[in-house]
């Protein structure tokens, strides 16, 4: 059973960072492509970044040059890096592997 739980989530002030963590089991994670998504209220989920097994990324425009996404194969964990904060990233953000599963979410809120 596929499993992802997120974390690292919090409120931060305008121009702050966090880094976000999510551990997969129930995968052979190092095969698979993961992914980052938010959903604020009254949006749909979006997709914010992407890692390829092979290490690639992809980033929305709205966040290219502010967040990085980055792996860890042996702790079967996706992080995303998030710098220069702004309330437009205020969201819950999830982790996806591909596939229908996914995680309770983290809350970001970026407020003064």
């Known amino acids: 059973q596929v499993q992802l739980v997120e974390s690292g989530g919090g409120l931060v002030q305008p121009g702050g960072s966090l880094r976000l963590s999510c551990a997969a089991q129930g995968i052979i994670f190092r095969a698979y492509t993961m992914h980052w998504h938010r959903q604020s209220p009254g949006k749909q989920r979006e997709l914010v970044a992407t890692?390829?097994?092979?290490?690639?990324?992809y980033y929305a425009n709205s966040v290219k040059g502010r967040f990085t996404i980055s792996r860890d194969n042996a702790k079967n964990t996706v992080y995303l890096q998030m710098n220069s904060l702004q309330p437009d990233d205020t969201a819950v953000y999830y982790c996806n592997a591909g596939g229908p599963n996914w995680g309770q979410g983290t809350q970001v809120t970026v407020s003064s």
């Open positions: 890692i390829t097994y092979g290490g690639s990324t």
